[in-house]
């Protein structure tokens, strides 16, 4: 027979660990209503804390938006699923759909219409790769009669680019590949990208080059569906209990994004 000191200290044990599966239920059906997480990642031809690639043997995406999905479902204890996206206006605008649950991209002002934007993991910016054999060697070289410059479609930076350019021919394109794929061939003069893609293209595409020059910057945050406010609450949460207990630097350093610096 247990004593009452030691009977109380066991219902109290009983009651806590009772709140807490009633904590993890209710946050799991806030963030997961379905029983799996969803989370939106864009996939593209090259690395960056924001663009998760393909593994060209599995065919599966892979990178640090990816090991913040494994990070975020292991948290719930629900299964994870991943919802791959070209671009983060495609997850953005994918929002009022019902099609994911939560997902990282550069913070924009205009994406608040579509979805609800949480604490920034780390700093976000974008720069332009030039082709091989480019007399291009600074960003006021760019705006010229004549010159191809091509975008991602869907993207901040795209539309900082269009906004900006108002001599050069600027096409943007609805899959990254298809633009990688062009500069590497010489048919376009430069390609603007967030400045950890074009650093991981530049080291493929022999003889491209990064330019000096920041085309913008932001942050990349975690964000939710429009008004799905327990989920924000709880994703803001979760992101930044991962920055301070190392899930986010682990991210990025096994994402490649080993110089990223995590933002406070």
């Known amino acids: ?57 599995t065919g599966q995406p892979g990178g640090v938006t990816v090991e913040l999905a494994k990070a975020a479902a292991e948290k719930l204890h629900v299964p994870l699923q991943l919802v791959e996206y070209l ?83 600027v096409t ?16 376009l003069d430069a390609l603007a990208m967030g400045t950890e893609a074009v650093e991981g293209l530049a080291r493929k595409l022999s003889g491209t080059r990064v330019l000096d020059g920041v085309i913008q910057s932001t942050g990349v945050v975690v964000v939710v569906p429009k008004g799905h406010a327990a989920a924000g609450a709880w994703a803001t949460h979760f992101l930044q209990d991962a920055k301070v207990d190392g899930t986010v630097r682990r991210a990025l350093d096994s994402g490649g994004s080993t110089e990223a610096k995590i933002v406070p």
Not at 4 to 19: D, E, F, Y
Not at 45 to 54: I, L
Not at 122 to 143: C, E
Not at 172 to 187: H, M, R, S
Request: charged share 20%; aromatic share 6%.
């Open 172 to 187: 943007t394109f609805a899959k990254a590949d298809t633009a990688a794929d062009l500069i590497g061939k010489g048919e």
């Open 1 to 57: 027979m247990l004593r009452p000191g030691l009977l109380a200290a066991a219902v109290s044990s009983v009651i806590a660990m009772t709140g807490a599966l009633g904590a993890d239920a209710d946050a799991t059906r806030d963030v997961a209503p379905t029983g799996t997480l969803r989370v939106a990642i864009a996939v593209g031809p090259a690395a960056s804390a924001f663009w998760a690639t393909r593994d060209p043997a």
């Open 87 to 169: 671009s983060s206006d495609d997850i953005a605008a994918a929002g009022a759909k019902d099609a994911w649950d939560i997902s990282f991209m550069p913070a924009e002002a205009r994406r608040a219409q579509f979805v609800d934007q949480g604490p920034a993991y780390v700093a976000y910016t974008s720069n332009y790769l030039v082709r091989a054999g480019s007399d291009i060697h600074s960003i006021a070289d760019l705006d010229r009669a004549g010159i191809r410059v091509g975008c991602i479609e869907g993207t901040s930076t795209s539309r900082t680019v269009i906004k900006t350019l108002k001599l050069a021919t």
